[in-house]
């Protein structure tokens, strides 16, 4: 199956302003979409693109910074609270579920390491998850930036909301907006510093492991580097290129919408692996990745939000599949084990 076969593209130009016939269109092209694959792109999304550019700007100055300025927004020991500066070695993706005093099953999953860094933001007003700021002075203007670039961000989401609504034929498109008020959503800056190639393609160290996302949707830009990958929706284990596509975004269901859909709409695995792209080689001979850089934005239900299967989901060959869930006793069921209690020494990524 070709990458075009695999990942459909739904154009939301005329969202705002078309007729209800459109929006129709749109919607349904849009859960066909998450229906069959759980990816899909988007053009003509909303976000202009020399806010994104400056987003990625922002992202580049951040990561540059040495070590020991970005330690000054550490983030915080253990799962409970996602926001600041994770070095690399800190976060380790997995998709298992490791539960209270598994001590060997995270010792095992911490085997190989994530070779990555990232910085988490979330809204001001959240008491829950506060944010773990750089200081001003480190990175004048960043915080004042990523604030309303978090904002922006989510009034798109609200927008992919409503269509998935119409989509799954709720009568009420602003379903899921009683369940989202944006402040218990998650703004991520991610790099990919280079790795020797050899050792990503021999699994010696990872990007990040398959995996599927916990919250509602994930909206993702992407730069040109590639390496995110989608399993395929007919053939499991095997993994699709999401080729970065200029001037888009990937948005993909998670967990929560997966369970409130009855699995109407599918939470797809994917992973970041070797991209198709490489560096040229060092004066040692050793080939090397390219830097990679995303800022993926994760749509969840407030904390306290209850998600259980939609009464328009559910019928005689579709019983209800998923008991009701909290969003936060859900995220902090996959949270554990993803970061090591209470430290994990930073690792060398050159």
């Known amino acids: 199956m070709s990458l075009g076969e695999a990942i459909p593209v739904v154009n ?19 859960t066909d979409a998450c229906r069959k694959v759980g990816f899909v792109y988007v053009v003509n999304h909303g976000v202009p693109n020399d806010l994104l550019e400056e987003a990625f700007g922002w992202s580049k100055k951040l990561f540059d910074l040495p070590r020991e300025k970005k330690m000054l927004a550490p983030h915080p020991p253990g799962p409970n609270v996602h926001r600041g500066y994770s070095w690399p070695g800190l976060e380790k993706v997995s998709q298992d579920i490791i539960k209270d005093g598994d001590e060997s099953k995270e010792a095992e999953n911490r085997k190989i390491s994530d070779v990555k860094e990232s910085y988490e933001i979330g809204s001001e007003e959240s008491k829950l998850q506060p944010n773990v700021w750089i200081p001003e002075d480190i990175l004048p203007g960043f915080r004042e930036f990523m604030v309303p670039f978090y904002w922006k961000c989510f009034g798109i989401g609200k927008e992919l909301l409503r269509a998935l609504a119409i ?23 991610l790099h990919y510093p280079p790795v020797e190639s050899e050792k990503l393609s021999s699994n010696e160290v990872a990007r990040m492991p398959a995996h599927s996302d916990w919250g509602t949707i994930t909206m993702l830009f992407q730069d040109d580097c590639g390496g995110l ?6 053939e499991r284990n095997h993994f699709v290129d999401a080729t970065p ?13 997966m369970r409130w859909s009855n699995d109407f709409l599918k939470s797809t695995l994917h992973r970041v692996t070797l991209p198709p792209v490489q560096s040229k080689p060092q004066a040692d001979g050793k080939l090397m990745t390219r830097p990679r850089y995303s800022i993926p934005y994760f749509v969840s239900p407030d904390p306290e939000a209850i998600i259980e299967c939609l009464s328009v989901c559910i019928d005689e060959k579709h019983p209800v599949k998923y008991e009701p869930v909290v969003q936060e006793e859900y995220r902090r069921m996959r949270a554990r084990g993803q970061y090591a209690e209470p430290t994990t ?3 060398t990524v050159s």
């Not at 596509?245 to 929560?256: E, I, Y």
């Open 345 to 347: 020494t930073p690792i």
């Open 245 to 257: 596509m200029k001037n888009t975004l990937v948005m993909n269901v998670g967990d929560l919408l």
């Open 167 to 189: 989509g799954i034929g709720l009568e009420d498109e602003d379903f899921f907006l009683r369940f989202h008020s944006g402040e218990n959503n998650q703004l991520r800056l």
């Open 12 to 30: 939301f130009a005329v969202w705002s302003m078309g007729s209800t016939e459109d929006k129709k269109h749109i919607a349904q092209e849009l």
């Open 229 to 234: 990958q989608v399993e395929h929706p007919n």
